[in-house]
């Protein structure tokens, strides 16, 4: 509840305002916290029918609760719950068409508690909007390696998908931008690959797919174990391990791997072109395999969780 003995007025964009009206909507007030958590999650509509099929719903929700058992947060409601409170959503907005899922958690009170307390008590957003796929197109992106390293585990893990770690990653896009790349590389604190800022990142060389480890300072990406499994089903041979800086100068194909981005091939890296400067096979195999799946006819019935419309 808001302080009732909260001095009468604040200053807010130019001027001075009545402390009880200075609100703001909540889809922005959560993100303001240093301990705020969340999940990014799609749901896509089936290839074969008037329904959405929410992709990887439950492993979204348990990573919400994992950010937050790390943050030392409690969640007021059950995945179970939050699962349902999905669906509720996307039949209330009447969605046709592909969306984005926004849940996320953030620690009741005021904005001056900046040292949020463990167990402190929760609120739960979720939010949703309309997006459109990329994986039907023949998108590639331009990649630089940035000079600022990726977050830590020994500081701020990024296996946590807190609001707090994009400060890092908004920094490394802002430099690839002003550079002219369109999405920045990171390096982890051992000067090895780990991911872009919203997406993990992969190479194929020699008709392998090499992807960074789990722990070289990334988010246990849901895409990327997708991914993984898709490709062992395709027969392309698969290794996690740490990755060189050079071996992106070498591959012969590279891509990213996220919710958001999907599966999107990289043609340049550091001004190098990437194989022959257009998607390659692999990364083009996996995206028609990746949107069979998400839209339900590549098999993996148990990665969807159907909202008849
Ligand atoms: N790394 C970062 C930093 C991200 O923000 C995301 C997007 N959630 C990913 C990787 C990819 O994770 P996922 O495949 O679970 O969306």
Redesign the pocket.
């Known amino acids: 509840a808001p302080a009732t003995d909260h001095p009468q007025w604040i200053w807010r964009n130019g001027e001075l305002t009545g402390w009880r009206d200075a609100t703001i909507h909540v889809n922005a007030v959560g993100h303001a916290s240093v301990a705020a958590v969340f999940?990014?999650?799609k749901a896509y509509r089936a290839a074969d029918g008037e329904r959405l099929l929410v992709f990887r719903l439950d492993?979204?929700l348990r990573?919400l609760y994992q950010s937050a058992r790390i943050c030392r947060l409690n969640l007021p409601f059950d995945v179970d719950r939050l699962r349902t409170a999905v669906l509720e959503l996307l039949r209330a907005n009447e969605y046709t068409e592909d969306a984005y899922l926004r849940p996320w958690a953030f620690p009741r009170g005021l904005i001056r508690e900046q040292m949020v307390p463990a167990g402190a008590d929760c609120e739960v957003v979720i939010d949703s909007w309309r997006f459109r796929s990329g994986l039907s197109g023949t998108r590639g992106v331009t990649a630089a390696v940035s000079s600022w390293l990726r977050i830590s585990d020994a500081s701020t893990p990024?296996r946590v998908?807190a609001f707090s770690?994009?400060h890092n990653?908004r920094l490394a896009l802002m430099e690839a931008r002003e550079n002219g790349h369109d999405w920045p590389i990171m390096l982890n604190a051992r000067h090895q690959v780990s991911?872009?800022?919203?997406?993990?990142v992969a190479l194929v060389r020699d008709g392998q797919v090499i992807t960074p480890s789990i722990s070289s300072g990334?988010?246990?990406?849901?895409?990327?174990?997708?991914a993984l499994t898709l490709l062992g089903e395709l027969g392309v041979p698969v290794a996690e391990r740490e990755v060189d800086r050079s071996e992106l100068y070498l591959a012969d194909e590279l891509f990213f791997?996220?919710?958001?981005?999907e599966i999107l091939p990289v043609t340049k890296v550091d001004g190098l072109i990437v194989g022959d400067g257009s998607p390659g096979p692999v990364a083009t195999a996996l995206a028609a395999r990746y949107q069979e799946v998400v839209r339900g006819t590549g098999g993996h019935p148990d990665w969807l969780t159907e909202v008849a419309f």
């Open positions: 999940e990014g999650a492993e979204h990573r990024p998908k770690n994009y990653g991911e872009g800022p919203g997406a993990c990334v988010l246990e990406s849901i895409t990327r174990d997708t791997m996220g919710t958001a981005w």
